[in-house]
């Protein structure tokens, strides 16, 4: 592949990067920042990029105390002649977070950057400088494509084990040199305590580093943002995140699990039981710690597109905010759905409108996996297939709508993405298996979880045709990560033939499967 070698950006990995993901922790991890009135601001969360374009990227800190973030950015790791950006005064309106929107980037080029945290009463007063790199997407088709994707962060128990070396597999993906890292949802488990010691099926203790925020399922505010900070303890995150800009879209388990709008919950662990108020608080703490710019704006939404260069655009859905309750879902007719009309019209004109080689769909939930949300009675569903093979029914309607969309259209490169299910597959959908028919085959991968609970394979509905190509999966439920089945994937766009080669690889970066799909075709 004709990917752009940076030949610097190791040396940058092993230097400043690898020491700004060491910076020392507040002393209470997790806890509101210490107000002293001596010292200087400190970032120990380190730094995140994110929805970086050809010439645009938004830089994420949090400080401990309240702060004015300034960056700087340079062509080099030595900040000769840096130029500078202001960025917001931090403070508790926004629990110390902030980004910093830079603009008029050069294309296709390696940015360094460099986050300093002013006193807002002595400008001359700064913390420790943290630091950053990214690339810009290129203009240039030859320059290629690679990005990586999973999903599912500290689930069913199962959060950061020091003893195990915490979050490795973000290590694993930094190695790849990805351009950048799209996580399909649950970023957090929210509804998900973790306690200090786990026993294992095989008679090892599984051990959690906690904070009090984790100790409980979040409902305020304050309990969400914890949720949040908790994942940047880990060493390895951090160090990601300095590295590799992110695409963040959510699912459930940053609120509660399979939640929808206007749910009341039975749970008894919450004492809040609007869903709608805990997904207003959740979706405040979300837009907080990811820099994610259409959450900036009047009316700010999850759902976006991505444009990276002219081999690839990224539609990023939210299947969460918008869907009709969980039922049976076999009704006839569906208006609503999994998307809501205006994302559906929304997906429609800008798949239309797109002249990316590549189209991926960055689904937070799989379209032909039956993932059911149980009930005493008959269960509800959860995603779209409810596991009657017929014609469409419930979400799939909406589903078929754009499908058949997309090929009278005629859209060609389209890819589907996901995780949720904590295991790795390959469907490939076919109208000539299908009940409904009006549609042009195409590909769906799953990959995650990134460190959660493992789980064995859903049924497939065959409304739509699937073929599961390819499965691993473990066949009891909720292995922990110390029993294996982490996964994540990647995705190679190659410059001089335009390939798109999808590949499903292990935690330590091991490739299970590979696909190779061919541009230009409306179906694959």
């Known amino acids: 592949m004709s990917h752009r070698p940076f030949p610097g950006r190791r040396g940058v990995l092993r230097g400043s990067l690898a020491a700004s993901a060491a910076l020392t922790l507040p002393a209470a991890v997790g806890a509101a920042p210490a107000f002293a009135l001596s010292g200087r601001p400190g970032a120990g969360w380190g730094v995140q990029t994110g929805d970086v374009t050809d010439d645009s990227a938004l830089v994420w800190v949090r400080s401990d105390r309240p702060a004015r973030m300034v960056v700087e950015t340079s062509a080099t790791e030595s900040f000769r002649n840096p130029r500078r950006w202001h960025g917001p005064l931090l403070g508790a309106d926004t629990d110390f977070t902030g980004t910093t929107p830079l603009r008029g980037l050069p294309a ?38 690679r990005f990586v994707w999973s999903g599912d962060l500290a689930g069913q128990g199962w959060g950061i084990n020091p003893e195990l070396g915490g979050y490795r597999i973000y290590d694993a993906m930094a190695k790849l040199d990805p351009d ?108 907080e710690y990811f820099p994610i710019s259409t959450l900036r704006r009047p009316g700010g939404r999850v759902y976006r597109v991505q444009h990276h260069g002219p081999l690839l655009d990224v539609f990023v859905l939210d299947m969460r905010t918008y869907r009709n309750a969980n039922s049976p879902d076999d009704q006839a007719t569906d208006p609503r759905g999994i998307l809501g009309r205006e994302q559906l019209e929304w997906l429609k004109r800008e798949l239309a409108r797109s002249r990316a080689v590549w189209k991926v769909i960055a689904s937070d939930m799989p379209l032909g996996l039956v993932v059911p949300d149980a009930t005493d009675g008959r269960p509800n569903i959860e995603a779209v297939a409810q596991g009657d093979p017929g014609a469409p029914l419930g979400r799939e309607l909406q589903i078929a709508e754009l499908l058949r969309f997309i090929k009278h259209r005629r859209i060609t490169g389209t890819v589907w993405l996901t995780a949720d299910v904590h295991y790795t597959s390959a469907q490939h959908y076919d109208p000539s298996r299908a009940a409904f028919k009006d549609f042009a085959p195409f590909w769906e991968f799953v990959s995650g979880p990134l460190n959660a609970g493992a789980f064995p394979a859903n049924a497939l509905d065959g409304t739509f045709g699937p073929d599961r190509v390819f499965v691993k999966a473990p066949t009891t439920a909720n292995v922990s990560p110390a029993g294996g089945y982490q996964f994540f994937g990647e995705v190679d766009i190659d410059g001089a033939g335009g390939e798109l080669t999808v590949r499903l690889r292990e935690q330590d970066g091991t490739v299970l499967f590979t696909r190779v799909l061919q541009p230009g075709r409306i179906g694959q």
Request: charge should be negative; proline fraction near 5%; hydrophobic fraction near 35%.
């Open 180 to 287: 950048f890292f799209l996580c399909s949802g649950d970023n957090i488990y929210a509804d998900g305590p973790l306690t200090e010691t786990v026993p294992l099926p095989d008679g090892r203790t599984w051990r959690n580093l906690t904070t009090e925020e984790k100790s409980k399922v979040a409902e305020t505010l304050a309990e969400f943002r914890g949720n949040f900070r908790y994942n940047l303890l880990d060493e390895n995150l951090r160090r990601f995140n300095a590295q590799v800009p992110s695409i963040i879209q959510w699912d459930d388990h940053e609120v509660t699990n399979n939640w929808f709008p206007g749910e009341i919950l039975a749970d008894t662990r919450y004492t809040e039981k609007s869903v709608d108020v805990l997904a207003a608080r959740a979706r405040q703490a979300f837009s």
């Open 108 to 145: 296709g080029e390696q940015i360094h950057y460099r986050v300093l945290l002013a006193d807002p009463d002595d400008p001359r007063r700064t913390g420790e400088p943290v630091t950053g790199t990214f690339r810009t997407a290129s203009a240039k088709r030859r320059d290629g494509v």
